[in-house]
């Protein structure tokens, strides 16, 4: 098992930046790709990033390349996304994931932090 804790998420102008960061508990951190996706109101969970366990190999949406940097500390186990000329169509609940090395499901997944960001 693994737990996940996301904090960071916060209010923000169209232009501006948050860093959010994930902390991992469990089993080693280090055998783990992670991911951050996020759901708008009213629309499905989609996608944001991912970065291998190693820290690597790094993916992108589309919408956010660019834009956002994904990285990871194994020795803190702790995950980061730095988002950065945020626009309000970013507004959603973030959610920190993780998948087995190798495997590309995610079977593990934080309670979400909240990014709004104003026009």
């Known amino acids: 098992q693994v737990q996940l804790v996301e904090s960071g998420g916060g209010l923000v102008q169209a232009g501006g930046s948050l860093r959010l960061s994930c902390a991992a508990s469990g089993r080693t951190f280090s055998l783990y790709g992670m991911g951050w996706f996020r759901q708008a109101p009213g629309k499905e969970r989609e996608f944001v990033a991912d970065i291998s366990p190693s820290g690597g190999v790094l993916d992108y949406a589309d919408p956010v390349k660019g834009r956002f940097t994904i990285s990871r500390d194994n020795a803190k186990q702790l995950v980061h996304l730095q988002m950065n000329s945020l626009k309000p169509e970013d507004t959603a609940v973030y959610y920190c994931?993780?998948?087995?090395?190798?495997?590309?499901?995610?079977?593990?997944w934080g309670q979400g932090t909240q990014v709004t960001v104003s026009s």
């Open positions: 994931t993780a998948r087995e090395r190798g495997v590309a499901r995610y079977d593990y």
